[in-house]
Each structure stands twice: as structure tokens, then as C-alpha cells.
């Protein structure tokens, strides 16, 4: 009897011979005939899979958003049963940074997939997500359950302060694979943003009311 194939594994395991080729020679390097050799596949068993380089490389991408997700969800469940907005903000954002082979091929391919797509009309065609706005509404709205809860300051703009630190970690992340800084150093900068937003209330009244008092406030009307 004739063993049963599983075609999900079978496209998993082309889309991480992907992942590794395109992880040392780049993706714009990759070609189909590459990927079947690194999986040990026929061509013609990737293009029966893939049809095409580009639907290939799309695919390659959401198993690699896939994985991500897993690392976030690891990075939270070390913190604890209830990880609060702030740990959740954290998580995503510094699962982002290139700090391990894995994280690092990541931020690599969804550059260059981004990049090669604004002059390869292929690449173009094919949805680089299948929703642009996932993350960016995720932390949006982590960041308007903080304020809600009293832990977050209830003057910033969610939305905002969302899509700038998304830019912020992806700028960090290309810095940290040109090798400009490392990841320490990256996520410092993140966690000092995160320290400015996550600021309850009281505690900004606080510091307002010891700043006053270093510079003398006022005597009391008698």
C-alpha cells in the first residue's frame, strides 16, 4: 500500500528549505531549483506545491509568521499566566529584533520580501499579509486597555504611539543586522519608549509634584 502524503508537511518542508537558502544567500538569490535541492525534492514537486517563485516565497513568509507568533507566545508564557498590556507590548516588539538565527533570517526576509516588491510586479501582485494593519491594530489596542486600567498615559494616542513603535523596532532591527548596535542596546531604546507610555497617572503627578518642589514651589497665600 502506497505511503500517504501529507501535503501540509510536505509544503512545510519546502518552505523551510526556503527559509534556509534565502537566510544565507538572500532572498533575491532563491530560486525554485535552489529550494527543491536544499529540500532534497524534485523541481517539479515544488512547482507542483508552488506553481510559482512567487507564490513560493509568499508562503515561505506566513510559515515564518507563523513561527514568530510561537515566539511570542513562548516569550509570554515565561512571564506568567496574566501578562498584563505592557509585558504583551514588550513581547512582540522585542521578539521582533534579530537576536538569534532564527529572529534573524526573519527580519531579513520580510525586508527584503518588502523591498523586492515595490520593482517585481510578481512579488507585487501576490498580498505581502493578508492584513497590513494586524499588528499595528494588536498593539493599539493593548495600549487603550493599559490607559483604560489606569497603567498607561491616558493623554497619548494609541494609534500613534503604536505605529511608531513598529517603525521604531523595525529600524532597530535592520540597525542590529547591519551590525550598527547590538540587540541589547535596541531593546534598551524600545523598553525607554515603553517607560514614557506605560506611565500611570499617579506616578506622572508624582514626579511633577518632586519636580516642583526641586525648584520651590510657590509659598502658600497667608
Request: proline share 5%; hydrophobic share 45%; no cysteine.
Amino acid at each position: 500500500m502506497p505511503k500517504r502524503v501529507d501535503h501540509e508537511e510536505r509544503r512545510t518542508q519546502i518552505a523551510e528549505a526556503l527559509v534556509r537558502v534565502a537566510g544565507r544567500r538572500g532572498l533575491h538569490a532563491v530560486g525554485m531549483r535552489d529550494v527543491a535541492a536544499e529540500a532534497g525534492v524534485s523541481l517539479r514537486l515544488v512547482q507542483y506545491y508552488f506553481q510559482t517563485k512567487e507564490k513560493l516565497l509568499l508562503y515561505g513568509l506566513q510559515h515564518l509568521t507563523d513561527r514568530f507568533t510561537a515566539r511570542v507566545g513562548a516569550r509570554l508564557a515565561a512571564v506568567g499566566e496574566r501578562p498584563g498590556p505592557r509585558a504583551t507590548v514588550e513581547a512582540i516588539l522585542l521578539s521582533s529584533l534579530p537576536a538569534d538565527e532564527e529572529s534573524r533570517v526573519f527580519h531579513l526576509l520580510y525586508t527584503s520580501y518588502a523591498i523586492l516588491s515595490v520593482t517585481d510586479e510578481a512579488l507585487a501582485a501576490q498580498p505581502f499579509i493578508d492584513n497590513p494593519d494586524t499588528a499595528e491594530d494588536a498593539l493599539t489596542g493593548l495600549l487603550r486597555q493599559a490607559q483604560e486600567d489606569g497603567l498607561a498615559d491616558p493623554g497619548a494616542d494609541a494609534r500613534t504611539e503604536a505605529i511608531g513603535l513598529l517603525a521604531m523596532a523595525a529600524g532597530l532591527g535592520t540597525s542590529v543586522l547591519v551590525g550598527q548596535r547590538d540587540v541589547a542596546s535596541a531593546a534598551e531604546v524600545l523598553r525607554h519608549h515603553l517607560d514614557r507610555i506605560f506611565t500611570p497617572p499617579a506616578k506622572s503627578g508624582a514626579r511633577g509634584g518632586k519636580r516642583r518642589a526641586e525648584h520651590g514651589a510657590a509659598a502658600p497665600a497667608r
